[in-house]
Structure formats: structure tokens, C-alpha cells
């Protein structure tokens, strides 16, 4: 299974070079085939060009972030979407969407809770909220998997010196103060409701393996989903995820990469591939306290 997060950050596909971004961007989700697709930042009007450039994909979710805004979030399904479950997550008294959620039936009698996420982009509290209540929102017992720009960073994705640099960066510029309860709040060690960072599991493998180079850089710089350009130099920062709870199912991480070949947006592509095998049902088991390290940090 086939799992692909894409901020296309208001890509305009009409005039000047549209035909061109056009073609890209539907060579690039016919190349991926991905079984789930979550945009973020699209509208209609490019959804449809997705749509016309894929078949077989019969579930589209869409929801604009408020009533004056072309551009929301979607969910595009090469499974069935399970009737009624869709749900639009909206914050504060602008109650504008931050996330979209609906389940998705993988066979019959196992369905998965997905979530699409465009969080905050300033306040780690408010991202925080979002996020709390989005794991409140569900049952604890339900596989689900939250996915999307998050807007967030995980500390331990970068070297000691490169994150005492974005606090001191986020400072300069009066920022607010860079944490990372956002994502470690999903996979903080509650017995039952724990997260698995995919990128930083299938980390964990390959720097287990004989991939010296995940040795030899930070997670960050191999695997960022974003460059914050400055005038003296280009930050590469890891804003894009995949989180899975797996229990009860049987899914399991087993690649992860990002499409840095892919310039449509100031975001670039990632993409997820999980297995469903029954050898696996032995890893979806364990507690999260038996995960990598680096996913407990």
C-alpha cells in the first residue's frame, strides 16, 4: 500500500506555463500510482486535472479551509471510502479546516481512520491543540494514519548545532520559540495511543543496515520536505509526515523517501509505502517502548 503527501501550496495550473505544470504534476501521481493521495493547499480545479490523468481512483474528499478560500485538503482513494465517515476538523473562532479525516476500507472488516493535515503555520500551541484533538477525536483501538504538513519539527532530526541554529534563527526574526510537542505528542509512549514516525523508522532500518550516508547526516538533510531560503543560506527543514498507529491491522512502514526531483511547490512530494503481509502482525504487536530509540526521543 502506497502512500503519497503533496502541500501543492496553491499551484495555479491556468496561464502562463499551466499546461506545463499541468503535465508535470499529473506525470508525477501516474508515475507514484499510490493507493491514497493527500494534497494540501489544491483546489478544485487541479483536483479535477488529477483526476482526468489517474484511473481506477472512484473516492474523492475535498474541503476548502473556509468559505472564501479555493484551496483546502483532499483525499483522493484507490479503495473504497467508507459511506458517512467523512469529518472536517476546524479551529478557533475563524473556523478554518486544518484537517480532514474519513476511513477507508482496505478488505472487507478492516477499515483505516486517514487524517489529511495542514497545521498551523507559527504557533507550536495552537498546533499542539490541532493535534490533541485529533487524536481525541477517534477511537484508541482504530488503525489510523495522520498525514500531511505539519508545520512542525522533530528535534532529533537534526544534529545539537543545527538546532540550537533554528532556535537562535526563530529568535532573530521573533518567531515563536521552536519546539517539538507537536510531533512527540504523537508518539509519546501512551500505552495504546503511540504514533510510529515512518520516516524516522525506516530510518532506523536502513542506519541498521550498510547505508552509511544515514550515518554521516542528519535525518533532515536526506529527507527534508522543505527549503526556508534565506539571504545567507538555504535551511532544510523536514515538515511533511506520515504517522501510523497500526493496531489492530497489519500495516507496517517499509519505505519512505521524498521526490526532491519534483519542483511544483516550496514543498517536495513524500511518499510511503506500507506492507500488509501477516509476517508483520508480530511488529504491530509490540509496544511502542520496543520501537527504534530515535521514535522515542
Not at 499529473?26 to 494540501?40: H, I, N
Not at 550515518?215 to 515538515?239: G, M, N, Q, W
Given at each position: 500500500m502506497?502512500?503519497?503527501?503533496?502541500?501543492?501550496n496553491?499551484?495555479?495550473?491556468?496561464?502562463?506555463?499551466?499546461?506545463?505544470?499541468?503535465r508535470?504534476?499529473?506525470?508525477?501521481?501516474s508515475?507514484?500510482?499510490a493507493?491514497?493521495?493527500?494534497f494540501?493547499?489544491v483546489s478544485?480545479?487541479?483536483?479535477?486535472?488529477?483526476?482526468?490523468?489517474?484511473?481506477?481512483?472512484?473516492?474523492?474528499?475535498?474541503?476548502?479551509?473556509?468559505?472564501?478560500?479555493?484551496?483546502?485538503?483532499a483525499?483522493?482513494?484507490?479503495?473504497?471510502?467508507?459511506?458517512e465517515?467523512?469529518?472536517?476538523?476546524?479551529?478557533?473562532e475563524?473556523?478554518?479546516?486544518?484537517?480532514?479525516?474519513c476511513?477507508?476500507?482496505?478488505?472487507?472488516?478492516?477499515?483505516?481512520?486517514?487524517?489529511?493535515?495542514?497545521?498551523?503555520?507559527?504557533?507550536?500551541s495552537?498546533?499542539?491543540?490541532?493535534?490533541?484533538?485529533?487524536v481525541?477525536?477517534?477511537?484508541?483501538?482504530?488503525?489510523?494514519?495522520?498525514?500531511?504538513?505539519?508545520?512542525?519539527?522533530t528535534?532529533?532530526?537534526?544534529f545539537p548545532?543545527?538546532?540550537?541554529?533554528?532556535?537562535?534563527?526563530?529568535?532573530?526574526?521573533e518567531?515563536?520559540?521552536?519546539?517539538?510537542r507537536?510531533?512527540?505528542?504523537?508518539?509519546?509512549?501512551?500505552?495504546?495511543?503511540?504514533?510510529?514516525?515512518?520516516?524516522?523508522?525506516i530510518?532506523?532500518?536502513?542506519r541498521?543496515?550498510?547505508?552509511?550516508e544515514?550515518?554521516?547526516?542528519?535525518?533532515?538533510?536526506?529527507?527534508?520536505t522543505?527549503v526556508?531560503?534565506?539571504?545567507?543560506?538555504?535551511?532544510?527543514?523536514?515538515?511533511?509526515?506520515?504517522?501510523?498507529?497500526?493496531?489492530?491491522?497489519?500495516?507496517?512502514?517499509?519505505?519512505?523517501?521524498?521526490?526532491?526531483?519534483?519542483?511544483?511547490?516550496n514543498?517536495?512530494?513524500?511518499?510511503?509505502?506500507?506492507?500488509?503481509?501477516?509476517?508483520?502482525?508480530?511488529?504491530?504487536?509490540?509496544?511502542?517502548?520496543?520501537?527504534?530509540?530515535?521514535?522515542?526521543?
Amino acid at each position: 500500500m502506497k502512500v503519497v503527501s503533496y502541500n501543492l501550496n496553491r499551484l495555479a495550473t491556468e496561464g502562463a506555463g499551466g499546461a506545463d505544470k499541468r503535465r508535470a504534476l499529473t506525470d508525477f501521481v501516474s508515475s507514484e500510482s499510490a493507493d491514497l493521495y493527500f494534497f494540501q493547499l489544491v483546489s478544485r480545479e487541479v483536483l479535477a486535472h488529477i483526476r482526468t490523468a489517474l484511473d481506477g481512483y472512484h473516492a474523492c474528499v475535498f474541503a476548502a479551509h473556509d468559505s472564501e478560500d479555493a484551496f483546502g485538503l483532499a483525499i483522493l482513494s484507490k479503495v473504497d471510502v467508507v459511506p458517512e465517515s467523512r469529518c472536517e476538523h476546524r479551529f478557533g473562532e475563524s473556523e478554518k479546516l486544518f484537517a480532514l479525516s474519513c476511513s477507508v476500507s482496505l478488505s472487507p472488516g478492516e477499515e483505516v481512520r486517514v487524517t489529511n493535515v495542514h497545521l498551523h503555520n507559527t504557533s507550536e500551541s495552537i498546533r499542539l491543540d490541532q493535534v490533541a484533538s485529533l487524536v481525541e477525536s477517534d477511537s484508541i483501538n482504530a488503525t489510523r494514519m495522520i498525514v500531511g504538513d505539519f508545520n512542525a519539527l522533530t528535534k532529533s532530526d537534526y544534529f545539537p548545532h543545527e538546532w540550537s541554529a533554528l532556535v537562535d534563527l526563530a529568535r532573530e526574526r521573533e518567531w515563536e520559540e521552536r519546539q517539538e510537542r507537536a510531533t512527540t505528542s504523537l508518539t509519546a509512549s501512551t500505552a495504546g495511543t503511540s504514533f510510529v514516525d515512518t520516516c524516522r523508522w525506516i530510518d532506523e532500518e536502513r542506519r541498521r543496515g550498510s547505508e552509511k550516508e544515514c550515518a554521516s547526516s542528519a535525518v533532515a538533510e536526506r529527507l527534508h520536505t522543505y527549503v526556508l531560503t534565506l539571504k545567507e543560506r538555504a535551511v532544510r527543514l523536514r515538515l511533511d509526515y506520515v504517522f501510523l498507529r497500526p493496531c489492530p491491522s497489519k500495516l507496517r512502514p517499509i519505505d519512505f523517501h521524498v521526490c526532491h526531483d519534483v519542483h511544483l511547490s516550496n514543498h517536495f512530494p513524500v511518499v510511503c509505502t506500507l506492507s500488509r503481509s501477516t509476517k508483520h502482525l508480530q511488529w504491530c504487536a509490540r509496544d511502542v517502548a520496543s520501537a527504534p530509540k530515535q521514535l522515542r526521543q
